[in-house]
């Protein structure tokens, strides 16, 4: 598996074609603090360009405020737009 981010998708798919490597980028780096509508869009890109794999950043800001629908939710609406690859969700702190 390897890890690029979404300007590179394309270049990274067609490099790895037939090899049997998974390729996934990250959703809302480095912090999360991205609207969800955001992150909605850029994984919806990424799995169209053949990203199979999706690294999401929590949103570090609503967890730490202690607003966690907010994060489960944030987290749902990502999921759901982006059925039949790998989600992960990262805890990111700089």
């Known amino acids: ?3 690029v981010p979404l ?3 394309d270049e990274a798919v067609a490099a790895v074609a037939g090899t049997g ?7 809302g780096f480095p912090l999360g603090g991205h609207a969800t509508k955001t992150k909605v869009a850029e994984a919806v890109d990424a ?7 999706l ?4 949103n570090v800001i609503r967890l730490k405020s202690g607003d966690r629908e ?8 990502v999921v759901q737009s ?3 690859v790998e989600h992960k969700v990262i ?4």
């Open 47 to 53: 799995v169209a360009r053949g990203a199979q794999v």
């Open 7 to 9: 300007c590179y998708v």
């Open 70 to 77: 907010y994060v489960r939710k944030d987290i749902a609406e």
């Open 21 to 27: 490597i998974s390729v996934g980028i990250p959703i």
């Open 91 to 94: 805890l990111e702190t700089c």
């Open 1 to 3: 598996m390897i890890f």
């Open 82 to 84: 982006t059925p039949g």
């Open 55 to 58: 690294d999401m950043v929590i």
